[in-house]
């Protein structure tokens, strides 16, 4: 089994900070894209940023310059450095990954999702 188990959410004031981490676990044989996803209630959930394995990042026009997403290959877990928040970055995150497992004897890769992390920008 593969899990994606994330940490870091909370209340924090306009203009503050929060840093989200997200780690995988389980029978994985490697780890190809990490990013992070936002839903804010009644609307869509929409790419925040993403990493992948080779290096490359991408972010939501709505968070450069705010947000950094970095990843620790060996360790299996990805961040969200988010600051300069805004009221309007208020949503449950979710971290994603594209993963190679093993269910012996194959291989197969699939994308996992964490439950969500809670992060609220209120004054």
């Known amino acids: 089994q593969v899990q994606l188990v994330e940490s870091g959410g909370g209340l924090v004031q306009p203009g503050g900070s929060l840093r989200l981490s997200c780690t995988a676990s389980?029978?994985?044989?490697?780890?190809?894209?990490m990013g992070w996803y936002r839903q804010a209630p009644g609307k869509e959930r929409d790419l925040v940023a993403s990493f992948t394995r080779g290096g490359s990042t991408n972010y939501a026009d709505s968070v450069k310059g705010r947000f950094t997403i970095s990843r620790d290959n060996a360790k299996n877990l990805v961040y969200l450095q988010m600051n300069s928040l805004k009221p309007e970055d208020t949503a449950v995150y979710y971290c994603t990954a594209e993963i190679t497992y093993r269910s012996v004897p194959y291989l197969h890769t699939e994308d996992f999702w964490g439950q969500g992390t809670q992060v609220t920008v209120s004054s």
């Open positions: 389980g029978s994985i044989f490697s780890i190809n894209t």
